[in-house]
Each structure stands twice: as C-alpha cells, then as structure tokens.
C-alpha cells in the first residue's frame, strides 16, 4: 500500500506544474484526496481538497483562482498550478483518507524561482 506524489520541480514565477499522486495496493475511489504544503520554517498547512463522494473541493485562499485539484479512474489525482508564485515553494504532500485510514506520500518540492 503506498502513495506516490511527484512531479515537482523548478519552475519561473508565473509558470506552471502538475503534481500527480498516484495510490498502489488501494483505490482511490473511497478517499478524500488532500493536498498539503509545507515551506521551510512553516507549518504544514492545507492547500487543496477533492471529496470522495461528489468531488466537491475546497482550496486555501491562496490558492484559489491559480490551483486546481482533480481525480481521474487511473487511480490518481492531480494539482494543476498555474501562475505559480516563490510563496508557493514548499514541499508538496499528498494525502488520502476514509473513517479510518489516512496515507501519505512521501512529498515533491516545488521551488518557484527566476
């Protein structure tokens, strides 16, 4: 049972990313998907959300208008970043949870950067 996020990286202000987190050993389609961030010297915090039941999101005001979350029956969801700014570096965590089980991924940074 493992989740797997990637596709972090370096990226100019105003550019864009997709980080991907990918579940193996379960399926997604039960799980909350969240996305949280957390940058140096930072708590944690919650970026994104996508439900299980009616895929109703939720973002931090942040984000809002720039990130978009999705899920698709690949057994992966998705944070699409656009107009990416240097507030937005931080090392990016995926995370799936039901009434009972909560899994991580491992995390993918992103550096926003000229």
């Known amino acids: 049972v493992q989740l797997q996020a990637s596709g972090g990286g370096l990226v100019e202000p105003g550019g864009s990313l997709r980080l991907s987190c990918t579940a193996s050993?379960?399926?997604?389609?039960?799980?909350?998907i969240s996305w949280f961030r957390q940058a140096p010297g930072k708590e944690r915090e919650v970026v994104s959300r996508?439900?299980?039941?009616?895929?109703?999101t939720y973002y931090t005001d942040a984000v809002t208008g720039r990130f978009t979350i999705s899920r698709d029956n690949t057994n992966t969801a998705y944070l699409h970043m656009n107009s990416l700014k240097p507030e937005d570096t931080a090392v990016y965590y995926c995370n799936a949870k039901d009434r009972v089980t909560d899994y991580w991924g491992q995390g993918t940074l992103v550096t926003v950067s000229s």
């Open positions: 996508i439900s299980s039941r009616d895929s109703a």
């Open positions: 050993g379960f399926s997604l389609d039960s799980y909350a």
